[in-house]
């Protein structure tokens, strides 16, 4: 069965420090994978994506992510955190070139960075 | 450009009343709908998926059900609702992205319904 997984439910920074939120993967054929955001009584928001190609994707608000296929892993990263980037996070992903299948999701995690 | 619409936005329900949430989607068409329910904002509990008018999966068996009466529409209801309901209700819709021989979904969420179940 594929899965993502997000094992910690909440990570906490100081402003100013790089940030990782981890996400590993188990998704047959070709992996894709997303990362959301989510403030407060919000939708999930779109923040990064992998299809192909080069391996540290950049996305939104000065976020990254690296896909690492040997540790089926996807973590996003910045370099220097803000308050603001106080929120949930979820990533997801699926089999590219797979058949109809839903995106499957992580549990969540909370991140909390602190002035 | 592509927009998702829920409705409302808030709503407080005493137990035992019935209940009907509307999301609507802009700008595309046959799109897979989908509603999932989160509680306390934490995960994503996937409720009902629809891939076209009149089809609805359930992925959990519950107080709920869903319908989609025109391509566009997707709703959420219940006759009779319990505690166990209160929620943040999001309504999503996905656009497959073709490439080649290989294709990938994208998912794209409303703003959400928060649910309290009085």
């Known amino acids: 069965a594929q899965s993502v997984a997000q094992p910690e439910d909440q990570v906490n920074v100081a402003e100013g420090n790089p940030l990782t939120v981890k996400c590993t993967y188990s998704?047959?054929?070709?992996?894709?994978l997303f990362w959301y955001v989510q403030y407060p009584n919000r939708g999930l928001q779109f923040l990064l994506k992998?299809?192909?190609?080069?391996?540290l994707v950049k996305g939104s608000y000065g976020f990254e992510a690296e896909f690492n296929k040997s540790q089926t892993s996807f973590h996003l990263k910045k370099p220097s955190a803000l308050v603001s980037d106080s929120a949930l996070y979820f990533c997801?992903?699926?089999?590219?070139?797979?058949?109809?299948?839903?995106?499957?999701f992580g549990k969540g995690t909370k991140l909390s960075v602190k002035p | 450009s592509q927009t998702i619409h829920q409705w409302p936005a808030t709503l407080v329900q005493p137990v035992g009343s019935p209940l009907s949430l509307e999301c609507t989607v802009e700008?595309?068409?046959?799109?897979?709908l989908y509603w999932y329910r989160q509680a306390a904002g934490r995960g994503l509990q996937l409720l009902f998926y629809?891939?076209?008018?009149?089809?609805i999966s359930s992925e959990v068996p519950q107080n709920l059900s869903a319908s989609r009466p025109q391509d566009r529409q997707f709703i959420l209801s219940s006759k009779k609702l319990l505690l166990s309901d209160s929620g943040f209700y999001l309504c999503?819709?996905?656009?497959?992205?073709?490439?080649?021989?290989?294709?990938?979904?994208?998912?794209?969420f409303g703003p959400g319904t928060r649910l309290t179940v009085l």
């Open positions: 999503a819709w996905t656009k497959r992205w073709n490439r080649g021989i290989r294709s990938y979904n994208e998912q794209f």
């Open positions: 998704v047959s054929g070709n992996p894709y």
């Open positions: 992998y299809i192909t190609g080069d391996n």
């Open positions: 997801a992903g699926g089999d590219y070139g797979g058949s109809q299948g839903n995106l499957i």
């Open positions: 700008g595309t068409s046959n799109p897979n």
């Open positions: 629809s891939v076209g008018i009149g089809q």
